[in-house]
């Protein structure tokens, strides 16, 4: 059984359907990124999870105990930062943990969290929250999420606002984590830098799951093109033609794809006596191969 099981839950808004059969898997240790268009109903979904919003059918287990709008049994587990953490302006970054470590029995070690999520630095000591950076704020609010030690974090849109450097900081801190074992569940619209935090993706439109696959699988071997530079590209073309890939050229250089490995397009031009002078994979994108999939499902509307 999967750490988080969402189940066909279903919640309408009078006529309008936020969750329709919904249904994914979060297993323990992946970072899931949870994407769709604005108002395609992944707060909802995250709310739901959370404990944070009913529901009207399905159901919701994690760690095999059910989530409903009433029994928060299993959230003991669960960490979130759903849109912005509640954060006291007047207190610190370890008040702050002290804090939302009150009602809990075991609570992650301070000072080790703090180094773990980079709140332990000069920068944060006596400061108070109401002079953090975003960066900072968020770097505590992920903290105060994983101070229950949870086999689970949900993130609403972490990366917002944030400089480049504080989003790769984030992404690092959220990679070590879930190599600690720890699931994350992450809706973004910064589709480029989903791309390089996830494992696994579920994409949801209008209120339904349309797609859920490992981010290996979604890039699957015709999603990624080779562009080569040859000592005859008119050659390679005729020859990648002949071998049934998809071949053509791209700014000078010979673009090709469908193959099922690179080292089968290497030796078949190297055997036709083509030298090969420079070689780039490009793998799919995110962006583009969503947009693509929302096209396709709004037509068939
Ligand atoms: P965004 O990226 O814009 O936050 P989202 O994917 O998180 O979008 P939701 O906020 O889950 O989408 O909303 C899903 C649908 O449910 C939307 O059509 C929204 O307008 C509707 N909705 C959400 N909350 C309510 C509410 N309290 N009352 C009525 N409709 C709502």
Sequence with gaps: MAL??????????G??????????????????????????????TMRAITGLMSYSSGNIQFDGQPITFGNHNALDKIGNLIEYPAIY???????HLKLYAMDTKNPADFATLMKKTQIDGENFGKRKAKNFSLGMKQRLGIAIALIRNPKLVILDEPMNGLDPQSVHDLRRLIRDLADDGVAFLISSHLLDELQKLVDD???INHGKIIETSTMTAFFSHDKIRWLFNTSDNQKALTVALENHWIADMEDGKLQISGAEQLQ??????NNS???IESLNTI????EKSLLDMLANDDKGE
Excluded: C, H, Q, W
């Excluded at 329709?20 to 108002?39: C, M, Q, T, Y």
């Excluded at 089968?264 to 031009?269: A, R, W, Y």
């Excluded at 793998?283 to 995110?286: A, M, R």
């Design 264 to 269: 089968d397009v290497i030796t078949v031009l």
């Design 201 to 203: 993706i579920v994409i």
């Design 89 to 95: 302006p007047n207190l610190t970054a370890l008040e």
């Design 15 to 44: 006529s309008k359907k936020a969750m329709d059969d919904i249904s994914f898997k979060v297993e323990a240790g992946r970072i899931v990124g949870l994407i769709g268009p604005n108002g395609a109903g992944k707060s909802t």
């Design 283 to 286: 793998t799919g994108n995110l």
């Design 4 to 13: 988080l099981e969402v189940n066909k839950i279903n919640k309408s808004y």
């Design 273 to 275: 006596g083509i030298k």
